[in-house]
């Protein structure tokens, strides 16, 4: 039997698909009961008939405090209490800075960015509570770093998930509880399809990237899974950026397409 990467359960938000989905089967693979926070409640029962009694779904959104708060609360009563937040849950709305709408900036920002604040101070509360401490990790974007044509709701609230990462671990050392953030590059996910299927997008891409190829969802689980690891107990506010190469090799520019 696997001896998990921490103690305590794991709370997953976006674990319908994509990156999510990924960090769930990592850590249920290594021996971590996990429960899922997704809109997506079909996809959710789906994974709950895969996993039995390891994984848990809760439906709801994590721009609703509520829905956020129960979760917490749900993965809260497991294996002895919550150990690790994932915040992953992401998505986006585009149009250039002079025609992107008020409720489409809204829309991406409160995703990306509300939805790390409100998870990290769910879990937070519920792990101090605990009394021993916990991890968190936040996964942002290289367009935290790198600006994204049409895209700037977007990188600028993954921008902001990168520093509120530091900025939370600050806070919440004293507690014992570790937060960082890992800014992944193009990822093959139903959300990068429009770059992935866009074969003069990806040409660029794969002429500018080191790797010359977009990663898979698993190769971000496995780091994010890392960091909130034991074997990560003395890394705190850091980024890790797992891209590929991408930033040093050059992002393309989107305006073409």
Request: proline content about 4%; hydrophobic content about 45%; overall charge negative.
């Amino acid at each position: 039997m696997k001896t998990p990467p921490f103690v305590g359960s794991a709370l997953v938000t976006g674990a319908a698909s994509g990156i999510g989905q990924s960090v769930v089967e990592v850590l249920i693979e290594q021996g971590v009961p996990v429960v899922g926070l997704d809109l997506n409640a079909a996809a959710l029962e789906q994974l709950q008939e895969r996993f039995g009694e390891a994984f848990t779904g809760v439906a709801g959104s994590v721009t609703e405090d509520a829905d956020v708060r129960r979760a917490v609360d749900v993965a809260h009563t497991q294996a002895g209490g919550l150990g690790a937040l994932f915040n992953v849950a992401g998505g986006l709305r585009t149009g250039t800075v002079d025609q992107l709408s008020e409720s489409d900036w809204d829309f991406t920002v409160d995703l990306v960015l509300k939805g790390v604040f409100l998870g990290t101070r769910a879990a937070s509360a519920a792990m101090i509570a605990g009394g021993r401490g916990g991890a968190i990790v936040n996964i942002s974007s290289l367009n935290a770093h790198v600006p994204l044509y049409g895209g700037s709701a977007y990188a600028a609230g993954k921008a902001g998930v990168e520093m509120f990462g530091k900025n939370a671990a600050l806070e919440l050392g004293r507690h014992g509880i570790r937060v960082n953030t890992i800014l992944p590059g193009l990822v093959d996910t139903p959300m990068a399809g429009f770059i992935i299927g866009n074969p003069g997008i990806m040409a660029e891409f794969n002429a500018n990237a080191v790797l010359k190829r977009p990663a898979q969802p698993r190769e971000l689980a496995a780091p994010a899974v890392f960091l909130a690891s034991d074997d990560a107990s003395y890394i705190t506010g850091t980024s890790l950026v797992v891209d590929g190469g991408f930033e040093i090799g050059g992002y393309p520019d989107l305006s073409k397409y």
